[in-house]
Structures are given as structure tokens and as C-alpha cells.
């Protein structure tokens, strides 16, 4: 409130000596220009103590009536502004003391030989000058304080409903989590059981039939641990914010290139013909973007082991790359944006198709099907970026190609 008042403290400078010049009748003494401006400057205090303006200012009006031949108006009209700010910033008790102080400096400066008529006359004036700033100061104080009341229980509201919504989504991922856990977990868990009972009851297996079921094995038992971290992370979310604990969903920046690597290698023994091209410098990527590289090699080479069968010849590629720009000018000393550089993620995910006509091929496949592609254009996204699955640009196979900016880094200098 002190604050919206700071102009208005700032105006008396000029208001004050325009009265003296333009409205006051009787002759301007150097008198009234001290009282004037002593009063004036008393009134640029007011917004840090409201209570010394306000008794200064009654003060002045009894020292001007013994100074001048009548009390400048300017000084009664600031006494009773100083009343005003005082009952609005100050509680009530203290307001009470500065209409005591205007008050007593009104009767000080009563005349004697007034008559009864006239000290009725002066008295309502008093009553004027010191009860409507009082009053009209209260008013406001209780205004504000209704207005911050108000305002605190809309905010207490809000914070109850985002309480309840975020009640009401904790008990949704509690039932996925559970959901999760007693159906998904239960028959992977089965399935890794019975494939382990089978390596070890079947007698005389043919080694390309164990190597199926170890690799069937092995899968499941990583989905198990997948599982049990992803259930764990939807019962407590809190997990996600935990840097050690959501650690178990994200992979580590210098782990990035050999869990690629690994994606690959299952998809060989799985009988896809893989030829990769992976950038070491992928081990300078967040771990956010990290996994969703990670996801979209996931999902291209299961695709293609679903879609295009054993045997398929298929090219991954992650790259780092700077765009293509038009060379800027020198940077100069003082520019450290110039300094680091953008890059530019590229995954790329393609088959030359299973060998059989392009139109049964391409029948089983068709752009934006499922919610493997779904989710990966949504996490894409997430980072400004694109992803486009489709046909091959030559021949019949099949193309997944994902595109979204890398964190900046400083440039290298010779």
C-alpha cells in the first residue's frame, strides 16, 4: 500500500506551493512557504512511519498557528492524508493515537474567545477532518484484509484439488502397478520357468534348438527385471526424481553406445542380419535422450523381426551431426554463445524386406500402426523432434527414422 502511494507523496511537492500560489486569498508570507514545505517534506516519510508523519504534521499545524496569521491549509489537508495511510498500514490501536494527536492540535489551536456556536462549528469540522480519514482508512484495511483472506483460502482450495488429483493418480498407477504385477509379471515369470524346465528335461537337444531357448530365456528373465523396476517406479514416483533410483530406468551417458551395441547382438541371434553404425560420441547425450535412442533401435529392430522374419538384412545407423547453416561470422571475444554448437540426432532403422513380392510385404505394415510408434513419437517429441515410419525411399523394405536436437557442445578449437 505504501508503495501505491509513493507518486502521490512525490505530487504534494508541487500541489503544496501551487496552492500558495494560485488559491490562497490572503497575502503569501515567508511563513506559509515554510510551513508549506516543511509540511510537505514531513509527508515523504509517511510510507515507513505513518504513525511519526502523522504526529509531526499535528505538531507543525500548532507551531504554524504561532508563526503565521492563519494555518496554511496544506498543512491540515496532510495531517489528515498522514491519518488516512495510518489507519490503512498500521492496526487500529496505533491509528487511535494519531487521531488523538490530530484531534489535540485542533483544540490547541482553538480560539478562546470563540462562542459556543463556533466551537460546535470548529468541533465538526474536527470531527471531518480526523473521523473520515479514520474511518475511510479502516475501511480499506478491511477491504485488503478481506481480499488476502480471500485470497488464501483459493489458493487452499487449489492445493486441496491438486491433492485429490494427485490422490487420484497415485491410486491409478497403484493398480497399474498391481495390474502390472499380477498379470504381465506372473506369465513372463511362467513362461522363463517352463522354457528353463524345458533346457533341462529335454534330452538330446540340437544346439540351434538350445540357442533358441536360451535366448527365449534370457529375454524373459531381462523383462522380469524390467517389470519389477517399472512396477517399483509406479508405486512410488518419487523414484523419478531420486537421481540413485531412477538410475535402474535410464541408462548411463557412457553406457549408451554398448547398450546399443547389445540391442543389435540379440537381434543377430535372434536371425536378423544387422549391420550397424553407431557413433561413439553417443556417450555425450543426457540420459533422457539416451533412452529414447535406445527405444526407437528397440522397437525398429523388433519390427523388423515381426514384420520382415529371420534372415533380413537390416541397417541401424545413430549418428550425432551438426546441421547443415551457412557459415556465420567470426564470433568475437565476448560471445560465448559461439562457443558450443548444436547438434542433431539421427536414428535411422531400415530392412531391404524378407524377399517376397513388395505388396505382401508392405501389407502387414502401414505407417503409424500400433502403439510402439505412438509412444515413440511422443517421447520424439518431447525433444522438438520428428519421427517418420514408412516405406523404403528404394526397393520394398521398410524405414524408421527418428530426428531431434542433442544437447550443445563447446566447439572444438584447433
Known amino acids: 500500500m505504501g508503495e501505491r502511494f509513493g507518486p502521490a507523496r512525490l505530487a504534494v511537492l508541487v500541489i503544496g506551493p501551487g496552492y500558495l500560489l494560485f488559491m490562497q486569498r490572503t497575502p503569501v508570507t515567508p511563513g506559509d512557504w515554510t510551513v508549506t514545505l516543511a509540511a510537505a517534506a514531513l509527508f515523504l516519510g509517511g510510507g515507513s512511519w505513518p504513525l511519526a508523519v502523522t504526529v509531526a504534521e499535528s505538531a507543525l499545524i500548532v507551531v504554524a498557528h504561532g508563526v503565521t496569521d492563519s494555518t496554511p491549509v496544506v498543512a491540515k489537508v496532510l495531517a489528515s492524508v498522514a491519518l488516512f495511510e495510518l489507519a490503512v498500514r498500521r492496526p487500529y490501536r496505533t491509528a487511535l493515537l ?23 462549528a470548529v468541533g465538526y469540522r474536527v470531527l471531518c477532518v480526523v473521523g473520515a480519514p479514520l474511518l475511510l482508512g479502516a475501511y480499506l484495511r478491511s477491504s485488503r484484509d478481506a481480499l488476502a483472506q480471500a485470497r488464501a483460502r483459493a489458493r487452499e482450495a487449489e492445493e486441496r484439488r491438486e491433492l485429490a488429483a494427485e490422490g487420484a493418480r497415485l491410486a491409478e498407477r497403484t493398480e497399474l502397478a498391481r495390474e502390472l504385477h499380477d498379470l504381465v509379471a506372473h506369465h513372463v515369470a511362467s513362461m522363463a520357468l517352463r522354457v528353463g524346465v524345458a533346457r533341462e528335461v529335454l534330452p538330446g537337444l540340437a544346439p540351434p534348438v538350445r540357442e533358441v531357448l536360451d535366448d527365449v530365456h534370457a529375454a524373459a528373465t531381462a523383462t522380469l527385471a524390467d517389470l519389477r523396476r517399472m512396477v517399483a517406479v509406479l508405486r512410488d514416483p518419487a523414484a523419478l526424481q531420486d537421481t540413485g533410483r531412477a538410475g535402474s530406468l535410464l541408462v548411463a551417458p557412457a553406457e549408451l553406445p554398448a547398450a546399443v551395441t547389445a540391442v543389435v547382438e540379440r537381434s543377430t541371434q535372434a536371425g536378423l542380419r544387422v549391420e550397424p553404425r553407431i557413433d561413439p560420441g553417443l556417450d555425450t547425450l543426457d540420459a533422457v535422450r539416451g533412452l529414447a535412442v535406445l527405444r526407437v533401435v528397440q522397437e525398429g529392430l523388433t519390427n523388423v523381426a515381426k514384420h520382415a522374419g529371420a534372415g533380413t538384412r537390416t541397417r541401424v545407423s545413430v549418428t550425432l551431426a551438426e546441421p547443415e547453416a551457412e557459415p556465420a561470422a567470426a564470433p568475437s571475444c565476448h560471445d560465448t554463445r559461439a562457443e ?49 515410419a514408412g516405406p523404403a525411399p528404394h526397393g520394398p523394405g521398410w524405414r524408421l527414422r527418428a530426428e531431434f536436437p542433442a544437447p550443445r557442445v563447446p566447439r572444438e578449437t584447433p
Open 98 to 120: 494519531g487521531m488523538v494527536a490530530v484531534s489535540f492540535a485542533y483544540v490547541v489551536i482553538l480560539d478562546q474567545h470563540e462562542t459556543v456556536g463556533g466551537v460546535l
Open 340 to 388: 558450443r554448437v548444436a547438434r542433431t540426432v539421427r536414428v535411422e532403422v531400415s530392412d531391404e524386406g524378407p524377399g517376397r513380392p513388395p505388396s505382401a510385404h508392405l501389407a502387414l505394415r502401414t505407417p503409424g500402426s500400433g502403439f510402439g510408434l505412438v509412444g515413440l513419437r511422443e517421447r520424439v517429441a518431447l525433444f522438438g523432434g520428428t519421427l517418420v
